[in-house]
T-cell receptor, first 112, second 112 residues
Framework: QQQVKQSPQSLIVQKGGISIINCAYENTAFDYFPWYQQFPGKGPALLIAIRPDVSEKKEGRFTISFNKSAKQFSLHIMDSQPGDSATYFCAANTGTASKLTFGTGTRLQVTL | DAGITQSPRHKVTETGTPVTLRCHQTENHRYMYWYRQDPGHGLRLIHYSYGVKDTDKGEVSDGYSVSRSKTEDFLLTLESATSSQTSVYFC???????????FGPGTRLLVL
């Protein structure tokens, strides 16, 4: 059972545009929501994360928006650059053992 | 990369043979994890460890076993490899709680 649903599966955005990736979760016990970025041939790396007590977190060009009542959160990449081309995974966990449940991933391509 | 190595990085094996993958960390983190990554499924947790000799099952543990005899090493064993276990395997480490998970470079396994 997919506990974290991610969309779209792939995304093509022009340079300078806004990339938006959405995730929805089912388990209300989740209390930490990170986003990971993965380049081809590499392991995923933490990009940005949010806790459910805030509705938005911004780090540079990357913003997480969180809607607790709808059980949804999204990643916005402003002024998208070709170097942002990668696969992005949303995830969720409940702390303690820090076990992460991942979404299925979004392959982002930023074109010139 | 946060002090995590995986070996081998690539392996081709035949159905029915045993396979052991090794994860080694130099960060002295308490928690270690094994994930598999497959197209359309994202990353799925196989097993994790919360200390020496302390391990637990993840979402897709059937056909896999693990061992952790030292803080720095976490072994994943496929007792009798099957073609469905063809995948990219990632090891990760964490201090636990809502701590960041740091991923290794991955092992690409092909079971013929």
């Amino acid at each position: 059972q997919q506990q974290v649903k991610q969309s779209p599966q792939s995304l093509i955005v022009q340079k300078g545009g806004i990339s938006i990736i959405n995730c929805a979760y089912e388990n209300t016990a989740f209390d930490y929501f990170p986003w990971y970025q993965q380049f081809p041939g590499k392991g995923p790396a933490l990009l940005i994360a949010i806790r459910p007590d805030v509705s938005e977190k911004k780090e540079g060009r990357f913003t997480i928006s969180f809607n607790k009542s709808a059980k949804q959160f999204s990643l916005h990449i402003m002024d998208s650059q070709p170097g942002d081309s990668a696969t992005y995974f949303c995830a969720a966990n409940t702390g303690t053992a820090s076990k992460l449940t991942f979404g299925t991933g979004t392959r982002l391509q930023v074109t010139l | 990369d946060a002090g995590i190595t995986q070996s081998p990085r690539h392996k081709v094996t035949e159905t029915g043979t045993p396979v052991t993958l090794r994860c080694h960390q130099t960060e002295n983190h308490r928690y270690m994890y094994w994930y598999r990554q497959d197209p359309g499924h994202g990353l799925r947790l196989i097993h994790y460890s919360y200390g020496v000799k302390d391990t637990d099952k993840g979402e897709v543990s059937d056909g896999y076993s693990v061992s952790r005899s030292k803080t720095e090493d976490f072994l994943l064993t496929l007792e009798s490899a099957t073609s469905s276990q063809t995948s990219v395997y990632f090891c990760a480490i964490s201090e636990g709680g809502h701590g960041t998970q740091y991923f290794g470079p991955g092992t690409r396994l092909l079971v013929l």
